[in-house]
């Protein structure tokens, strides 16, 4: 649930640590764009006693290279997912939503999608999608899976310890269950 948005021009280092303190007990983490001006903010984040901070590099490798061209590309796709699926609601800010409206991908050569640079929209006529690009990180999970498996265990156990009575909870294979699926979809792919 987006539940405030802001956006500044110039230097807005001030303004951005003094909006985020006023979530900082309810943040479970943040993702900041480390590569070009964004790359100031670590410091910041750190300075101020923020946790569990993420800096983000649109720019690199994707998790899945065979599906996305780069991290923007998978960033976005999941972004995508999250609206078709329902589970982004808040959104009435009206220049984010002209702006993730103008966002174009292809499917390249080697069938992953790519993200249009920004000097692509450009020559359409369309301006750098700052806000979407602020979404876009604000919505990635840059948890590794077994890390989020770890800690959901983990509050699970302290929950039970917490309370004797509590049921044990069900088997879930859901991990197995995915990796079973790429490796079947990996091997449809070699052959």
Known sequence: RI???QSW???SRGPVIAFLTTFKDRL???NFDRAGVGAYF???FENFGFINVNGVNVGEATDFPDRYRNLKAQLYWSLRERFQNGEVSGLDDEVSIAQLASIRYEINPR???QIESKEEARKRGVRSPDRAEALMLAFADRTPGILRYYQEQAEAQAARAKNPDMPEPEPNDYLEQI???EQRRLEALEK
Do not use: C, K, L, S
């Open 3 to 5: 539940v405030a948005m």
């Open 28 to 30: 479970a983490e943040i």
């Open 111 to 113: 069938g992953q999608v």
């Open 179 to 181: 990796y079973v699926a």
């Open 9 to 11: 021009h110039g230097n």
């Open 42 to 44: 670590a410091t910041d």
